[in-house]
């Protein structure tokens, strides 16, 4: 078995990875990702499996690929210095010397019996050495060696965007499968995909795996209800940072759940979320604060006009993250989030604000993206808040893909009275409570948040 060292891949997509001794096309547009995968295959293999690997590139030098791949985190010069890779560059190969060179190739592959190639791209080489040479190429000397040696090869070519054609349209029938690697367009999100659609000696049970690229490489989206775990009942609840509040939820929300703050614009939404993160954050908790909105400057002086210590916070517990959800899938938002619990290990999250990821995002995609967002918090009992800027009447919550998921609902609106604008709140919803059933009065102070009957 020949894994690529990608945990999901081998675990869920191909179990323990490619057949040794086989032949792997990897195709796909500029951009999808096939040298940064192939790459990684070659990699993990020495690094993790200890086996040797060459990669011989038509399309980059040396400098250049080593530079490249140093910025994902891959040494490849680390693994040449241990005898575990080489390089070998074809780039300034033309037809006049591309025989010979091929020769050359298949001698230095005898000698050093790597167990993993890449060839990059094999496109190249199709055009240099024409349809019948590449066959040849493929079947009889790479084929011969691949087979002789139980190694494997990833190939990568060139797949015109829009077009369904690989490369030369050659190179599908002489291998032992075929990855590709291409772009869906999603509304105004562009997503990567995989699909495979032959691996001799493998059966692939899904028609296509999502990917995105991040700093760490290929990473896909690992569905947390393959990994749900049964978890202790709690009773203990954390506070909302607001006193009134927790008296109107018998204590505050409980450990674990999640709560939605909905309403328009200006009824409060951020300060309800600020009162909650700089509140635990000063009782020891570690609290993350994801904004799409907002920068973090402005985080910060929101708070601090409320009279709430967010910089004593932020020595310690208290994590602001921010960034533009635009032309982001929502598998991307989701690694991103769940690499943030990873690494910090909150107890708390506030997510500000679902309408972001609403304007750039497929509502149904959304949806399952924040499912599996629940999955993960309560395995990891994270209480979490999410705001929506809609207009609610108490009685009808909108975007129901979240409020049918969260354990709280806080509604939040506007209301005339003798002509003047006051605002009013609801406790909607609220799990395993007796949670206040009536319609509140509430001011946004210079002390922030404050709650009346």
């Given at each position: 078995?020949?894994?690529?060292?990608?945990?999901?891949?081998?675990?869920?997509?191909?179990?323990?990875?490619?057949?040794?001794?086989?032949?792997?096309?990897?195709?796909?547009?500029?951009?999808?990702?096939?040298?940064?995968?192939?790459?990684?295959?070659?990699?993990?293999?020495?690094?993790?499996?200890?086996?040797?690997?060459?990669?011989?590139?038509?399309?980059?030098?040396?400098?250049?690929?080593?530079?490249?791949?140093?910025?994902?985190?891959?040494?490849?010069?680390?693994?040449?210095?241990?005898?575990?890779?080489?390089?070998?560059?074809?780039?300034?190969?033309?037809?006049?010397?591309?025989?010979?060179?091929?020769?050359?190739?298949?001698?230095?592959?005898?000698?050093?019996?790597?167990?993993?190639?890449?060839?990059?791209?094999?496109?190249?080489?199709?055009?240099v050495l024409g349809a019948e040479k590449t066959r040849v190429l493929l079947h009889t000397l790479l084929g011969r060696f691949i087979k002789a040696y139980n190694s494997t090869a990833l190939l990568i070519a060139e797949k015109p965007v829009g077009s369904e054609k690989i490369g030369y349209g050659i190179e599908e029938f002489v291998v032992d499968g075929v990855v590709i690697l291409r772009y869906e367009s999603f509304g105004e999100v562009t997503r990567r995909v995989m699909e495979i659609p032959k691996m001799r000696r493998r059966s692939v049970e899904k028609s296509q795996y999502e990917y995105v690229i991040t700093q760490k490489g290929i990473e896909?989206?690992?569905?947390?209800?393959?990994?749900?775990?049964?978890?202790?009942?709690?009773?203990?609840?954390?506070?909302?940072?607001?006193?009134?509040?927790?008296?109107?939820?018998?204590?505050?929300?409980?450990?674990?759940?999640?709560?939605?703050?909905?309403?328009?614009?200006?009824?409060?939404?951020?300060?309800?979320?600020?009162?909650?993160?700089?509140?635990?954050?000063?009782?020891?908790?570690?609290?993350?604060?994801?904004?799409?909105?907002?920068?973090?400057?402005?985080?910060?002086?929101?708070?601090?006009?409320?009279?709430?210590?967010?910089?004593?916070?932020?020595?310690?517990?208290?994590?602001?993250?921010?960034?533009?959800?635009?032309?982001?899938?929502?598998?991307?938002?989701?690694?991103?989030?769940?690499?943030?619990?990873?690494?910090?290990?909150?107890?708390?999250?506030?997510?500000?604000?679902?309408?972001?990821?609403?304007?750039?995002?497929?509502?149904?995609?959304?949806?399952?993206?924040?499912?599996?967002?629940?999955?993960?918090?309560?395995?990891?009992?994270?209480?979490?808040?999410?705001?929506?800027?809609?207009?609610?009447?108490?009685?009808?919550?909108?975007?129901?893909?979240?409020?049918?998921?969260?354990?709280?609902?806080?509604?939040?609106?506007?209301?005339?009275?003798?002509?003047?604008?006051?605002?009013?709140?609801?406790?909607?919803?609220?799990?395993?409570?007796?949670?206040?059933?009536?319609?509140?009065?509430?001011?946004?102070?210079?002390?922030?948040?404050?709650?009346?009957?």
């Amino acid at each position: 078995m020949s894994r690529t060292g990608i945990e999901y891949f081998d675990n869920f997509i191909l179990k323990d990875g490619f057949p040794e001794g086989s032949l792997i096309l990897v195709a796909g547009e500029p951009g999808a990702g096939k040298t940064i995968f192939s790459s990684t295959f070659l990699y993990n293999g020495a690094k993790k499996f200890g086996e040797k690997g060459v990669y011989v590139s038509l399309a980059e030098t040396k400098s250049e690929f080593y530079e490249s791949m140093r910025q994902l985190g891959m040494d490849f010069g680390e693994l040449e210095n241990e005898g575990l890779f080489k390089f070998i560059d074809f780039v300034t190969v033309g037809r006049d010397t591309i025989d010979k060179e091929i020769g050359i190739l298949i001698e230095e592959l005898a000698k050093f019996q790597p167990k993993r190639i890449v060839i990059d791209s094999i496109s190249v080489f199709a055009q240099v050495l024409g349809a019948e040479k590449t066959r040849v190429l493929l079947h009889t000397l790479l084929g011969r060696f691949i087979k002789a040696y139980n190694s494997t090869a990833l190939l990568i070519a060139e797949k015109p965007v829009g077009s369904e054609k690989i490369g030369y349209g050659i190179e599908e029938f002489v291998v032992d499968g075929v990855v590709i690697l291409r772009y869906e367009s999603f509304g105004e999100v562009t997503r990567r995909v995989m699909e495979i659609p032959k691996m001799r000696r493998r059966s692939v049970e899904k028609s296509q795996y999502e990917y995105v690229i991040t700093q760490k490489g290929i990473e896909f989206l690992a569905i947390p209800e393959l990994e749900r775990e049964e978890i202790d009942y709690t009773v203990e609840r954390i506070t909302t940072g607001i006193d009134r509040l927790d008296e109107m939820l018998e204590g505050g929300v409980y450990k674990g759940s999640s709560v939605l703050l909905v309403g328009m614009t200006g009824t409060g939404k951020s300060t309800f979320a600020l009162h909650f993160v700089v509140a635990n954050a000063l009782q020891g908790r570690k609290v993350a604060y994801i904004s799409f909105e907002e920068p973090m400057d402005q985080i910060i002086r929101a708070a601090k006009n409320y009279g709430m210590p967010i910089e004593e916070a932020m020595k310690e517990n208290l994590k602001v993250f921010t960034w533009i959800p635009e032309n982001k899938t929502p598998v991307y938002t989701f690694l991103k989030i769940r690499e943030i619990i990873e690494e910090f290990k909150p107890e708390a999250i506030v997510i500000d604000s679902l309408t972001s990821l609403k304007q750039h995002m497929d509502e149904n995609e959304l949806t399952k993206m924040l499912r599996y967002l629940g999955l993960v918090t309560k395995a990891n009992r994270i209480t979490t808040y999410f705001t929506l800027n809609e207009e609610t009447n108490f009685e009808v919550v909108p975007f129901t893909g979240a409020s049918t998921m969260v354990d709280v609902i806080i509604g939040l609106r506007y209301q005339t009275m003798n002509g003047n604008i006051e605002r009013r709140m609801a406790i909607v919803k609220s799990r395993a409570s007796n949670h206040s059933r009536k319609i509140h009065r509430y001011e946004i102070t210079d002390e922030g948040v404050k709650i009346y009957e």
